[in-house]
Each structure stands twice: as structure tokens, then as C-alpha cells.
């Protein structure tokens, strides 16, 4: 079983890295392409079809030579984003390695992946140093191995779309994505010469590949660790057992992330008195959230606070669940959260789930529940104006606001990275004029997003990846011109002095606001 893993591990590097036959990547192109256009409900939304046929043509004509995984993906990652919607992705296919190597790399870690950069006026900064060295904080990266970063990030950017035609969530999320943009696009790396600008001075960092840090303990720990247990009282050793299950209950219910060691949810007032509520939601997606809801918007209540300010900047989305969730909580309005989804099968579920990246065993457990899904999914789709339509009962019936719901005033900050859910619940809230908006234009649209469940295709030839929405989610309010997001009524953009001083100017400006 071990020889065999080594030869599968290794067979499959030797074709990432070989060169494909011309006619096998064009072959490529046309299955990636009758892909979308089967299974994409709104594929010609932002890109008329004469023009998406144009580009996937061109596309082939171009590849006059064979290719390897990466040449080929550099050159089908552009015209994918063409499509102009943001949950249709091209996976990058990266080399694996041993279970042996593996263990090794595990000890390791990649000094480079420690940094955080946001790209403001045109340059990458770093913004937050996880590593040791604190002094590279609002320092501008110049280049990468002799290579200009404005190069690499031009670059970087034609590689992924946004929902329509806004370009905030490009500046964003190239920057927030930069190390493994670079990756992908250079592959597994051991080392990398940097050149940094600190304000007047030009100096070069070499990023290496080192050993993680281990607790060290000494001899006088050790002996306290051991002997500490035995000294306990009952009482002692109760309290312990109640801490540990606070502390398990809180990761879950706030969302622990361990890289930054901090919560996706987080809840708070500012100022001396409770009239202010501060919300930070870093996405929808980990932990138990209706605790969390449920016990803020209860303290909210009780200290009768006038405002709420929900912060879903750098948000990329998550459960329709939790954001319909949410908006009870802020709205004195009965609503309807989402229309039928628009979809190009009565199966949609099977369809997700049934592809060739899913592993022969869940394959076979899927033709066994098989039948419950399908009668379940043709109960729930009905055709209408030759378009078929899926129902999420939950989030399509019209339902009462939360018995906690807030009256006063509502702030909401947004910028480039508020995607997908956070864009759906923000058009809820600008529609009825529940809140006032304050930072950029969000990257998902006004209009919805095709999501829901996703199809992910792997390319018979270059392995690469292809992962589509096969419903489109939408709020029943919708804008003109579409394409566009949630537009702020009060629009800010933090410059790099900003970030340097520590200064939140968007948060600022509701506090003064909301002062005056």
C-alpha cells in the first residue's frame, strides 16, 4: 500500500509537470465549457454568449503548443473570469507529496505565509506580521525575485471575477490572496528574496522555509505540571472541568479561527454607557451562531441601545441560514429572505454531488440514498416560463421579524470583500433603507449570485479543477443597472497612514456621526 501511494503521488507529479498534446488541452477547454453552459443557470448574465463563444474559441486557437497543468492554467484562468461571476472558480492543481514528506512539511513552516498585505494607491503592504518580525508592518513590497509586484498583481487580478462589473473586490481580494496567488503561480517554493520599502529605506528579506517553534519546557515546569493536579481540591478540579467546557462552548458558538486566534463572531459596546452595540462578523460560516445571536441582540434589548454597527468588512459569505437569521433580528417588517432558485436541473443536489471528483465510495452511498434525493429534489423544483425554479421553504416563506428585534438606527460597514451572503443580507437592508452603508462598494452583487450547492469537474487532461453555483440566490428587491453591489451612502477608503496609525476611519465616522 505504501509503494503504491509513493507511485500514485508520483505519477501524478510527472503529469502536472508534463506537456499535454494540443488536441488533448483543446478538448479541455470545450468539457470545461459545456460544463458551465449545462449546468450555470445565469453563465450569459454579464457576458453575452456571442462574446463568451468568442473567448473559449480564441481560447483553443491560442494553444499551438503543449502545455503543462500551469501554462495551461495561466491561460484558462483569465477567460473563466470573463464569465464575470464570482462563485465560478478554476482550482489550481498543486503537487502532492508523501506521507513521508508530508510529516516533514508538517514540522515546517513557510516564513512568507506569516504576512498579511492590502493593496492601497496602487502598492502591496504588509498589514500584520504573524512571525516575529513586527517591524515590516506598513512597509511596501516592491518586488519578489527581481520580479515588480505591480507585474505580478496586474497579473493576479485577470485570474478571478467579482460578481458583474465592480472592481472593489479585485483590489481586496488579490491582496488578501496574494501568497497563494504566487504559489499557484510559481510553484512550491522553499525560498524567496524580497525586496521591502520601509518609508526612505530599501533593504532585501530572504523567506525561508523553517522549523515550526516547539514549547520548551523546563525541568521546574515539568515537575509543577506533574505535581499540580495532586494538590488540587475538588472544588479546584470542578472549576477547571468548567472552564475547559466554557471555553469549548465559546469556540463554537463565537467561531474560534486558530491562525489568527480570533472569533469570527464578536460582540461588544463602545463608549462609557450601552448605546452603541458593535457587531464584527468575519464571516458566516464556522460555529453555532444562533447562540450568539440570540444572547447579543438579548443584551442589546436589555441596555435599550440605540444603535448597531455590523462590521462584514473582509466578510466572503457563507449559510443563507445564519444571514436569514440575522436580518430577523433587524428588521419590524415581515419578509420574504430569498425567490426560488433559478436552476438548469430537477436534481440539483444530485448534480452537485454526483461528479467525477467525488471519491468511488461516497459514489456509491450517493446511488444508495439516490431515490430519497431525487423525489426530494423534484418535489421542491416546478418549471415556470420554460425556466426551472428550486424552493428552499425555510428561506422562501414570508416569516415574522424576532421577537428581539432592533428599532434604532443601524450602521453597516462594508468594503471589496463583503461577498456572497454578506452582499444578500446588505441588499435586504438597503432596499427597506434599514441602515446606513459606509466604506466601498461591496463585490457581490445588488442582483444575487449563483450559489447554493456547487459542482466541482476536474479536466480529463490537465486535472485542473472547475468549481460552479448551480443556483441562483436572490433577494426579492433587485437594482438598475445590474452587475453593480451594495453601493455605500457614506464612501470611505482607508489610505496606508490609516493602517500605520492603527486609525479605523470607517468606524470613526459612525462614532462622530453618531456623537453629533
Known amino acids: 500500500m505504501l509503494l503504491a501511494s509513493c507511485n500514485s503521488v508520483k505519477k501524478y507529479n510527472e503529469q502536472l509537470t508534463a506537456s499535454h498534446a494540443v488536441e488533448d488541452l483543446r478538448n479541455d477547454v470545450d468539457k470545461l465549457y459545456t460544463q458551465l453552459k449545462k449546468h450555470h443557470p ?7 454568449k456571442s462574446d463568451l463563444d468568442f473567448k473559449f474559441d480564441s481560447l483553443k486557437t491560442s494553444i499551438k503548443l503543449p502545455l503543462s497543468t500551469q501554462e495551461f492554467y495561466k491561460k484558462l484562468a483569465p ?5 464575470r461571476q464570482g462563485h465560478v472558480s478554476v482550482g489550481y492543481t498543486v ?24 493593496y492601497l494607491e496602487d502598492k502591496l503592504w504588509v498589514v500584520q506580521n504573524y512571525g516575529k518580525d513586527s ?47 504566487y504559489v499557484r503561480d510559481k510553484g512550491f517554493l522553499d525560498s524567496l528574496k524580497v525586496t521591502i520599502k520601509n518609508k526612505d529605506s530599501i533593504f532585501t528579506k530572504n523567506f525561508k522555509r523553517i522549523l515550526k517553534e516547539e514549547k520548551k519546557e523546563d525541568s521546574t515546569s515539568v515537575k509543577k505540571a506533574k505535581t499540580k493536579p495532586e494538590n488540587l481540591t475538588k472544588q479546584e478540579k470542578r472549576q477547571n472541568r468548567l472552564s475547559k467546557r466554557k471555553k469549548r462552548k465559546d469556540d463554537k458558538k463565537y467561531g474560534y479561527l486558530s491562525k489568527t486566534k480570533q ?20 464571516s458566516f460560516t464556522n460555529g453555532s451562531y444562533k447562540k450568539f445571536y440570540q444572547e447579543s441582540f438579548s443584551k442589546i434589548d436589555a441596555a435599550k441601545s440605540k444603535h448597531v454597527i455590523i462590521d462584514l468588512r473582509e466578510n466572503g459569505g457563507g449559510r443563507i441560514a445564519e444571514i436569514d437569521h440575522l436580518y430577523s433580528f433587524l428588521t419590524d417588517k415581515n419578509y420574504r429572505f430569498i425567490n426560488d432558485s433559478e436552476v438548469t436541473s430537477r436534481i440539483p443536489f444530485l448534480k452537485s454531488f454526483m461528479t467525477n471528483t467525488t471519491p468511488i465510495g461516497l459514489k456509491v452511498l450517493g446511488c444508495i440514498v439516490s431515490p430519497i434525493m431525487v423525489v426530494h429534489n423534484l418535489l421542491k423544483t416546478r418549471k415556470e416560463d420554460g425556466k426551472l425554479y428550486y424552493r428552499f421553504n425555510k428561506h422562501t416563506k414570508v416569516k415574522e421579524p424576532n421577537t428581539l428585534s432592533f ?32 466604506g466601498e462598494e461591496t463585490g457581490g452583487a445588488y442582483n444575487g ?19 460552479m453555483g448551480l443556483m441562483q440566490i436572490e ?42
Open 135 to 181: 517591524t515590516l508592518v506598513g512597509s511596501e513590497v516592491v518586488s519578489i525575485d527581481d520580479e515588480p509586484v505591480s507585474k505580478l498583481i496586474n497579473t493576479y487580478k485577470t485570474r478571478f471575477a467579482s460578481d458583474g462589473y465592480n472592481t472593489t473586490l479585485h483590489d481586496r481580494y488579490v491582496s488578501k490572496g496574494f501568497a497563494s496567488f
Open 263 to 282: 472569533y469570527t463572531r464578536n460582540f461588544d459596546f463602545i463608549g462609557k454607557d450601552s448605546t452603541v452595540a458593535y457587531m464584527k462578523i468575519r
Open 449 to 467: 449570485t449563483v450559489a447554493g450547492v456547487y459542482r466541482v469537474y476536474e479536466l480529463p487532461t490537465s486535472k485542473i479543477k472547475i468549481r
Open 475 to 516: 433577494a426579492p428587491q433587485k437594482q438598475i443597472p445590474d452587475g453593480y453591489g451594495i453601493k455605500p451612502d457614506i464612501e470611505i477608503t482607508p489610505t496606508i497612514e490609516d493602517i500605520r496609525q492603527k486609525r479605523d476611519v470607517e468606524l470613526e465616522w459612525v462614532l462622530n456621526d453618531i456623537y453629533k
Open 407 to 438: 428599532k434604532g438606527n443601524i450602521f453597516v460597514l462594508i468594503n471589496g470583500n463583503s461577498f456572497s451572503a454578506s452582499s444578500l443580507i446588505s441588499t435586504h437592508l438597503k432596499a427597506n433603507k434599514r441602515a446606513v452603508f459606509v
Open 42 to 48: 445565469k453563465l450569459y448574465q454579464y457576458t453575452p
Open 95 to 118: 503537487k502532492r507529496f508523501t506521507k513521508k514528506e508530508r510529516k516533514t512539511l508538517n514540522k515546517q513552516k513557510f516564513e512568507f505565509y506569516d504576512l498579511d498585505f492590502e
Open 79 to 83: 477567460v473563466v473570469a470573463y464569465v
